[in-house]
DNA sequence: CGCTCTATTTTGACACTGTCAAGTTTCGCT
DNA sequence: AGCGAAACTTGACAGTGTCAAAATAGAGCG
């Protein structure tokens, strides 16, 4: 019936909230979201962003979850890209955009995996379980990996999915918070952990 | 001339004030510490502290500070107890020892390498020297497994000290913040991520 | 059309935060 | 004893998350 952007009293309130919120902390952290802030960037009054989101805490929660969907596709794609590559190359290249991905959405991905929402367990139940199955598939990778020999069988396949995973963490971390790290030597940096993690090939 | 606590005004305030705001973190975590209630719990008035320390800041670089020389003496003190033990046995030692502390000291850890600190580039200048130092130990480390044929020689040093530390630094983060690692598995996690990131034995 | 019900939004308020400016106390030294 | 400086306090301001109560506007129905 309407045509423009208000069906109702200001149209989708929520889609446009988290947008901001996404903006906002994109141009100034996760410390820069407030929700009054963000309040006033959606012309809207104070307290409004809080019939859509209980809490400050869902509001992020909400954000991160966007996050691994974004990332789950992102990574999703590659598979259809490329195809017909064996495991190993592309196995690199999930690795490569995986930290490609935390590198391009710092604030989101520190939402993702942060102790902002995860040290108090206030995750909501949807960010609980599309974070678990975000980690089933790096687990699910490295079965794969595993049963062609790409990866040591020494440990079970959830110790090594652990340590490997911990490993693409730490760097997305030091890459983040910036410790040590240079962002220039991001893509290389891939490449020394890969072949870390994997054994020598041929 | 005084024989109780107090020498000057309240004595030694700023080591109170960093002792009194180390308990509160470890208490309730990073975003637990106020000024203020630091202050209240000094029993003296709000702005005392800024007389010792300019900022929440550098209060937060001091106590990050106080982790490393605290952290840098657990490590050292190991390869005393130990004398004689080789280098693939202690560099294990070594690393459980890292995660340990990490463990027991969650928000110290959290400020000495989270984002709190270095994001901002507002580091003291004294905490960049420590924190530099911290690392060259692991590179050294890393250096001289790498010349006993222990740990992978196909990347540089400072490649492989980065990569093997992200993952050490990842293992940390993730058990800290919640996430996935379970703490009844920190040790075997730990000897998982040794045998990953070193040659096999014998 | 008009009425009501309910979802949506606003206004007011409170306790809390970091930190600045200006004043007050207290000590060490001459 | 008294001076200079260091340590400390009080008052104030803008900003925060969030609750309770009021105001508004839309949909549905007669």
Redesign the interface.
């Known amino acids: 019936m309407s045509e423009n952007k208000s069906t109702y009293h200001h149209g989708d309130l929520p889609k446009v909230l988290l947008q901001n919120a996404t903006e906002l902390i994109r141009e100034g952290?996760i410390k820069a979201l407030s929700m009054r802030k963000l309040a006033e960037r959606t012309d809207v009054s104070r307290t409004a962003p809080y019939h859509h989101f209980k809490d400050k805490n869902e509001l992020l929660c909400a954000i991160a979850e966007q996050g691994f969907q974004r990332q789950d596709q992102a990574l999703k794609n590659l598979s259809v890209e490329n195809p017909g590559q064996d495991n190993r190359q592309l196995f690199e290249r999930y690795v490569l955009a995986y930290i490609r991905y935390a590198y391009e959405n710092p604030e989101t991905y520190?939402l993702m995996?942060?102790?902002e929402i995860?040290?108090?367990?206030t995750a909501t139940e949807s960010l609980k379980q599309i974070s678990r199955t975000s980690?089933r598939h790096w687990v699910d990778w490295i079965e794969q990996l595993q049963l062609q020999d790409i990866v040591?069988k020494?440990?079970s396949t959830l110790?090594?999915a652990?340590?490997?995973?911990?490993?693409?963490?730490?760097?997305c971390?030091?890459l983040?918070?910036?410790?040590?790290?240079n962002p220039e030597?991001l893509e290389?940096?891939g490449k020394?952990?890969v072949?870390?993690?994997t054994t020598p090939p041929n």
Request: no cysteine.
């Open positions: 952290g520190d995996f942060g102790k995860w040290k108090l367990g980690f040591s020494q440990d110790r090594v652990q340590a490997s995973w911990a490993t693409l963490h730490g760097l971390r030091l983040i918070d910036g410790i040590y790290l030597d290389e940096m020394t952990a072949r870390m993690l």
